[in-house]
């Protein structure tokens, strides 16, 4: 009995794994039949019992052209019947999707990030005003913030709108303004309180599991 055992990989490649090995035999019985007469009531069967095993997808619209369609890719477009739908091309199923175009950004200062230059080229098409001004200098201290993520050391504004003003190709220039940055130290605080909230919540949660693990007698 050992020899007559017959491992999967061994058997025929299922073509949609999902409907099982049983209704590929099915279908493949079905492409042996003789007469299309035969072949259309195999068919038929076996499109009522693919719609069995799906009942979740029967309010889908167009479920029944899917199902034909599933039909005939299992049977390796070789079944000849009767279908309600045109049975689908084996070029446009088979063919291979074209590559997909990735954004190809390198900016000079990456720590930044790519989406300070998307707030900058919002930033330009508004009017001026002063809403366009206080999105200026939240740009800034955004830009600000992200250098001191990068360099934990204090930096100048004077800095800042340097950069601001490179990124922008000129068109928004902050190096004459009145207006002060957040301090760097300010911008530190925040940044330590965060993390020791973090840290004394993740201690909290281990303290918790380790207790929960003590036995208690």
Not at 36 to 56: C, F, S, W, Y
Not at 67 to 77: G, H, R, V
Not at 90 to 98: F, G, L, M, T
Request: proline share 4%; hydrophobic share 30%; glycine share 2%.
């Amino acid at each position: 009995m050992t020899n007559q055992l017959q491992y999967n990989t061994e058997r025929e490649q299922l073509i949609i794994p999902e409907y099982g090995r049983h209704l590929q035999k099915m279908i493949n019985h079905a492409i042996t039949r003789e007469t299309k007469d035969e072949r259309n009531k195999v068919a038929q069967t076996i499109i009522t019992v693919m719609g069995n095993l799906q009942p979740h997808l029967r309010d889908v619209p167009d479920f029944q052209h899917k199902l034909w369609d599933q039909l005939f890719i299992m049977a390796d477009f070789k079944l000849d019947v009767d279908s309600p739908f045109d049975m689908p091309s084996r070029e446009i199923i088979e063919a291979k999707p074209k590559p997909l175009a990735y954004p190809q950004n390198f900016p000079k200062y990456r720590f930044y990030g790519n989406n300070i230059k998307t707030m900058i080229d919002v930033a330009i098409t508004w009017e001026e005003g002063e809403m366009k001004e206080a999105l200026k200098l939240t740009i800034a201290n955004h830009m600000k913030k992200c250098f001191l993520n990068w360099n934990k050391d204090t930096v100048e504004d004077d800095v800042i709108y340097n950069h601001l003003f490179e990124l922008s190709e000129g068109k928004i220039n902050l190096k004459n303004s009145t207006e002060s940055l957040t301090d760097s130290t300010s911008l530190l605080k925040v940044k330590r309180k965060f993390s020791n909230s973090n840290s004394k919540t993740n201690n909290h949660k281990n303290n918790a599991k380790n207790n929960r693990k003590r036995k208690r007698y």
